[in-house]
């Protein structure tokens, strides 16, 4: 099946900027889609199309694709940017397509 | 603005169905989109169940498959879950949200509504 592989982990001092990447086979024919999550609280889209910001994201959220990888970079990290990051895409190579998310990556500011 | 509801038992015996709903406002679902359930078990990652356009066409995660229907009523506006033989392994936050299609592949999804747990407990 399937993988998104993300780093278990990225920490970055407030002010910083923090990247958190996302590896898949399939990233250079799918789109890539990045969620903020905070602690008891639903997914929120930040990116989607791989560098598209939705209306409402602060400008210090980007996104970029390279081959096989994507990155979502926070440029000037604050405070409450600590959250799970999790990336999602697309498998579209078999019977039907299906959805994948990677397995997350917790941000620490320290 | 667009805004999910789920609601449902928080306690589900095993091997027993699961089942929830995700009432929808703001948006009419026969309108387009489609609209998908994602499950996130305690301290652990996101897993998608699987989704349904507007039309009733369904696409369901191959890991879950033969466990998992999932159903539209667009006259009451609003989309259903149901997870057969369940055990403690489903248990988790059960999450609705409205998804893209972005050239003919699963796209983006948002907004999502606010969660809800379902425990696999005697």
């Known amino acids: 099946s399937y993988e998104l592989t993300q780093p278990p982990s990225v920490s970055v001092s407030p002010g910083q900027t923090a990247r958190i990447t996302c590896s898949g086979d399939a990233l250079p024919k799918q789109y890539a889609y990045w969620y903020q999550q905070k602690p008891g609280q639903a997914p929120v889209l930040v990116i989607y199309k791989d560098s598209e910001r939705p209306s409402g994201i602060p400008e210090r959220f980007s996104g970029s694709s390279s081959g096989t990888t994507v990155t979502l970079t926070i440029s000037g990290v604050q405070a409450e940017d600590e959250a799970d990051y999790y990336c999602q895409s697309a498998d579209s190579s078999g019977t039907y397509p299906y959805v994948v998310f990677g397995g997350g990556t917790k941000l620490t500011v320290l | 603005q667009v805004q999910l509801q789920e609601s449902g038992p928080g306690l589900v015996k095993p091997s027993e169905t699961l089942s929830l709903t995700c009432a929808v406002s703001g948006y009419s679902i026969s309108s387009g989109y489609y609209w998908g359930w994602i499950r996130q078990p305690p301290g652990k990652g996101l897993e998608w169940i699987g989704s349904i356009y507007h039309s009733g066409s369904t696409y369901y995660n191959p890991s879950l498959k033969s466990r998992v229907t999932i159903s539209v009523d667009t006259s009451k506006n609003q989309f259903s879950l149901k997870l057969s033989s369940v055990t403690a392994a489903d248990t988790a936050v059960y999450y609705c949200?409205?998804?893209?299609?972005?050239?003919?592949?699963?796209?983006?999804?948002?907004?999502w509504g606010q969660g809800t747990l379902v425990t696999v407990s005697s």
């Open positions: 949200a409205r998804g893209a299609m972005v050239r003919g592949a699963p796209g983006w999804f948002d907004p």
